[in-house]
């Protein structure tokens, strides 16, 4: 059994909640597929992506099994988080591997009572211990900050276009860990998503209605 139980109780509202995080297995893979879906769902733009950007990434080259991993809550699937390998490449052509994270979601019903830092924190902590030096991820600085996320141009590394912005952010696993680990990031082919193959996706979900999304995007760029 490959379970773990993580020693962390949250309290909220006066209610203890036990949490339990571990690897997923291929038979959960729908479920955290549609937990991400429900959780993006005209968050980040009409519709959601993201769905298919981790099943995509599970039939990867990058896919790294013990770092798709799911936070249970009374027997329920409430929270999921990927690590996939990805590359910074220096002007020399020079490649240095780090860990690209997300997509991470957390049940909309169950977000913020910590769960997504609970999932996070462990990521963190099971990626050093494996070896890795380096995570980076696109995301909210005012949530990342909190884990140690630097804007990646503090480490010299910018996206594979050569750009950076407040949200391309990047964390050392080791001291110096990303010291000499300059260049352009490039994360896996699965992130880039084609329209065709996600409308064929989209059916084996529940309808839903898409609207307007939450959040502009091009503010952060
Ligand atoms: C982002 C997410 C994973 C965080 O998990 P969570 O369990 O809700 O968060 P936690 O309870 O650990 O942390 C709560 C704190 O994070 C903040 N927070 C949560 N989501 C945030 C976001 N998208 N941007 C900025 N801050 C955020 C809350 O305001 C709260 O702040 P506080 O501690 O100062 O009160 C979760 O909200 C989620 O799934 N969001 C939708 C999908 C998404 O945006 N995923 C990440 C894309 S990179």
């Not at 298919?52 to 409430?78: C, G, M, P, Q, T």
């Not at 988080?81 to 002007?91: E, F, G, P, Y």
Request: proline share 2%; charged share 25%; aromatic share 14%.
């Amino acid at each position: 059994m490959l379970f773990i139980l993580w020693g962390k109780i949250l309290n909220y509202k006066e209610t203890i909640m036990k949490l339990i995080i571990r690897k997923i297995y291929e038979s959960e893979f729908y479920f955290t597929e549609n937990l991400t879906r429900e959780t993006f769902w005209n968050l980040y733009k009409s519709g959601c992506e993201e769905h298919l950007v981790l099943h995509n990434l599970r039939k990867s080259k990058s896919y790294i099994k013990e770092l798709d991993l799911i936070a249970i809550h009374n027997f329920l699937i409430v929270g999921h988080i990927i690590s996939t390998r990805a590359l910074i490449k220096n002007k020399f052509g020079k490649e240095h591997e780090v860990l690209c994270v997300g997509p991470i979601s957390v049940s909309p019903a169950l977000q913020n009572k910590g769960i997504g830092t609970i999932l996070i924190d462990y990521s963190i902590s099971k990626a050093r211990k494996m070896g890795f030096k380096g995570m980076i991820l696109f995301g909210n600085s005012g949530y990342y900050h909190r884990f140690g996320f630097k804007n990646a141009k503090e480490f010299k590394i910018a996206t594979k276009d050569n750009q950076n912005f407040e949200p391309f952010m990047a964390l050392e696993l080791i001291e110096n860990g990303l010291k000499n680990v300059k260049g352009l990031f490039y994360d896996d082919e699965a992130f880039v998503i084609n329209e065709e193959q996600l409308l064929e996706f989209e059916k084996q979900f529940p309808i839903k209605e898409k609207s307007k999304p939450i959040f502009d995007l091009r503010q952060y760029t």
